[in-house]
């Protein structure tokens, strides 16, 4: 019967009690005994049988001080009860009971209000306001007022992560006990950001995991992030698989893996595998796991976690081993011993993965999209490129799902030749129909500092500052990518003029053997003049002359191009009217417009299309669904104000003011579902 009276508490250290984790936060809920005993009379004659039965010992260590958000009656049985172990109580109250009882007995008191129990008993901001001030370490709401709000246990979860943040240290990571793939997880460097990042990794914990509990621990700033693949079996047998190194990371969710990984050395790697072994072997692991560490600059390693599942990273692995995880996996389970020694498992060559999902790199670096996919080959007939995947044209990338599309994992007989592989199979890769982060992944692997292995978890703030912009164009890219627009507009044109099976006689015969154009990229226009003969053009790009050859097949996805003897895999992803096009080039996609001269001297005259001012309004950057609104017609707010929350893919993202104004129009309401550019709000 002790469990009673524990579980009515709203418990803000339950980490101190041993049954959890160090650090690890849990919500106990307030009147446990509603499981139990559903009418009030029962509840308490099971509380006075408790107490008729139950003895304290006065060597047991609880708290000591709790401040008791109640009055009446159950407030002096608390305090009773608080007496006899020796904790002190704080009572609150309202101007009208200043005097009463409870606030006698109490050893400290604090008013909360006036009369109304909406300005006093129900005053979240006040009661948190006398937790800060009299530094209580728990609160028992008693029944009825704020007893079942689940909105004032947060509060008091978020009060403890505060002060189990300032006891670690700044700055901290917040994440989810039960979480994975980023989901949950939040840096905090001060008191605030502790707040808002319980706020949100508690929803999305619960969203994702069903399970709202977090961890807090020391954040490492600027580490390399690499594991350990286990494996074990139920005859006491452990091995580890070598490194997977995985760095390159967005929100706390891995974008690049590779095995082995650049930085390690064979000490180092071995220190690192028998550690994970050993770790496995002391819970008597059994079945494929991995063994997670941050690495510093000086090679000094620190354990993370264990992740006890099939990583989505594990392909690399298997590359370099040349092991089946899945098919151990079941074999283990079967009860089958291990068939490899320590000494059997090699490092053969080198494998990468990018994880490919339906994002738009150019929003934090990958913001969720969803739709239909319209059109999907994936770059498997290339040499070395394994690709996993569950979809299929027409398959939809919905919200309610992780957005990933595929795994791309390319092995070489070295790191050279397996990144050489990634960038060819990238050019490759067709995806319609969904924005996709394959423009991000190219730029990663071909970065000088990812070439060169020096990288750490911060590599993409680090790289991009302001953000991801795709492909800065070299000079003689920036032709070469002009030529082949200009040549891919001519054949367009030579193709429309003739009809197969017929013979068209002109009324005027044009002149086809030169063609003046007027091409635009990035807002600047260019001269350029082409010819063609045959499947080969000579372009000349603001004076630089180029040979353009290909097939020039207009309905394949892919288009092999040579310019100047360079091999090119492009990709042209629409052609408008007015000369528009969307070219996929290094993994970027480019707009360009092509115009003969004539056409561009007459664009000249045409209206151009007057941009919305922004400022006032605010769309989602995203599809989601709306799981808060935070003010309302007539509000001020200022910039950076949150606004409302969009849950996307199970990760929650706070949309703020752009500028400081008053509410004007609210446009969603939680629960709602919004689509990419959708209007949430307007200021005036």
Excluded at 304 to 331: A, K, S
Aim: glycine share 8%; net charge neutral; hydrophobic share 40%.
């Amino acid at each position: 019967m002790a469990g009673l009276l524990v579980g009515t508490v709203a418990l803000v250290a339950a980490g101190r009690r041993g049954r959890r984790p160090p650090h690890q936060l849990m919500w106990s809920a307030a009147l446990w005994t509603l499981k139990h005993a559903p009418h009030y009379s029962e509840r308490c004659l099971l509380v006075s049988r408790c107490l008729s039965s139950v003895g304290y010992d006065p060597n047991e260590k609880t708290f000591d001080k709790i401040l008791i958000a109640n009055r009446g009656e159950i407030a002096c049985r608390v305090i009773k009860t608080c007496k006899k172990m020796g904790i002190k109580t704080v009572a609150i109250h309202s101007d009208v009971d200043a005097s009463s009882v409870h606030v006698k007995m109490a050893d400290e008191a604090v008013c909360v209000g006036p009369a109304p129990t909406s300005k006093s008993y129900l005053n979240m901001d006040a009661i948190m306001e006398a937790i800060k001030k009299t530094r209580a370490q728990a609160v028992h709401p008693g029944y009825g007022f704020l007893s079942e709000n689940k909105e004032f246990a947060k509060c008091l979860d978020a009060d403890e992560a505060v002060r189990i943040a300032r006891e670690i240290g700044y700055p901290v990571m917040i994440k989810a006990s039960a979480g994975g793939g980023g989901k949950g997880m939040r840096v905090a460097w001060n008191d605030e950001e502790t707040r808002e990042g319980f706020r949100f990794s508690s929803q999305e914990a619960a969203s994702s995991f069903g399970d709202d509990r977090l961890l807090i621990e020391k954040f490492i700033d600027n580490p390399r992030h690499i594991e350990i693949q286990v494996l074990g079996d139920k005859h006491g047998n452990a091995l580890w698989l070598n490194e997977r190194e995985c760095s390159v990371q967005r929100r706390n969710q891995k974008v690049v893996e590779e095995a082995p990984s650049i930085f390690l050395d064979p000490e180092t790697r071995r220190a690192m595998g028998e550690q994970a072994v050993a770790l496995a072997r002391a819970v008597k692991y059994s079945s494929a796991g991995t063994v997670e560490f941050l690495v510093d600059s000086r090679k000094n390693f620190y354990f993370l976690e264990m992740n006890t599942r099939l990583q989505v990273e594990h392909p690399v692995t298997e590359c370099i081993t040349g092991l089946d995880l899945v098919q151990e996996m079941i074999r283990v389970a079967k009860g089958y011993p291990l068939r490899h020694k320590q000494t059997d498992i090699p490092i053969n060559g080198w494998a990468v993965e990018c994880r490919v999902y339906a994002e738009d790199p150019y929003k934090s670096f990958g913001l969720p999209s969803i739709g239909r996919l319209s059109q999907y080959q994936e770059p498997i007939h290339l040499p070395g490129v394994r690709v996993d995947s569950g979809i299929q044209p027409g398959s939809d990338i919905s919200i309610y799902y992780d957005p990933m599309i595929s795994k791309l994992i390319t092995y070489g007989s070295d790191r050279t030749e397996a990144l050489k592989r990634m960038e060819d199979a990238l050019d490759n890769y067709v995806i319609r129909g969904v924005t996709h982060n394959i423009a991000l992944l190219r730029e990663v692997i071909i970065n000088s500092r990812f070439v060169k292995g020096d990288i750490s978890t911060k590599f993409l703030s680090d790289v991009y500052p302001d953000g991801f912009k795709g492909h800065v164009l070299t000079e003689n890219e920036t032709h070469q990518l002009l030529a082949i627009a200009s040549s891919l507009f001519v054949a367009s044109q030579l193709r429309a003029q003739h009809f197969q099976d017929h013979s068209r006689m002109p009324v005027i015969k044009p002149d086809v053997a030169k063609w003046e154009l007027s091409v635009k990229l990035h807002n600047e226009d260019h001269t350029v003049t082409a010819s063609s003969s045959g499947s080969a053009f000579s372009v000349e790009v603001d004076g630089s002359k180029l040979n353009v050859t290909s097939t020039w097949n207009l309905a394949s996805p892919l288009l092999s191009v040579s310019v100047d003897g360079t091999q090119r895999t492009v990709q042209c992803l629409s052609r408008e009217a007015g000369g528009n096009m969307s070219i996929q080039f290094l993994g970027t996609v480019y707009k360009v417009r092509v115009l003969t001269k004539l056409a561009a001297e007459l664009n000249k005259f045409m209206l151009e299309k007057v941009t919305e001012d922004t400022s006032s309004i605010l769309r989602s950057p995203m599809p989601g669904v709306v799981v808060a609104v935070s003010v309302k017609p007539g509000d001020m707010v200022s910039e950076g104000q949150e606004i409302c929350v969009i849950e996307a893919m199970k990760m929650q993202n706070s949309m703020a003011a752009g500028k400081t104004g008053k509410v004007k129009l609210v446009h969603c309401k939680a629960g709602d579902t919004v689509g990419e550019g959708d209007l949430l709000v307007e200021l005036e």
